[in-house]
């Protein structure tokens, strides 16, 4: 996130081994998911069914999202502790958050 934010620092992924291998881990299953809905919808299954996979892709995406988020904001906290920190990337990854 950060090189959206800053065009002068490149971009970072969760710079945690674990966070960045949790990230991984789920964009995987997700990965999986969303060919299963594709897969049902090629099936002509349920809408229901369909609808139900759906959600669960959705909220297993957010949850993601807040994982990296948290991993980004950790950052924030670390550099504006060592006195490097500009509150204008965390306003601008909210802003990016509510597209």
Do not use: H, W
């Amino acid at each position: 996130m950060n090189g959206l934010l800053n065009k002068s620092k490149p971009s970072k992924t969760p710079s945690d081994p674990d966070t960045k291998e949790r990230v991984l881990n789920r964009l995987r299953r997700l990965e999986g998911q969303v060919r299963g809905l594709q897969k049902m919808v090629e099936e002509d299954r349920n809408c229901r069914e369909i609808l139900t996979l759906l959600s669960g892709v959705r909220s297993a995406l957010e949850a993601t999202g807040d994982i990296i988020l948290e991993s980004y904001l950790e950052e924030c906290q670390a550099d504006f502790s060592k006195g490097q920190g500009d509150a204008k990337l965390i306003v601008e990854a909210m802003r990016l958050l509510r597209r």
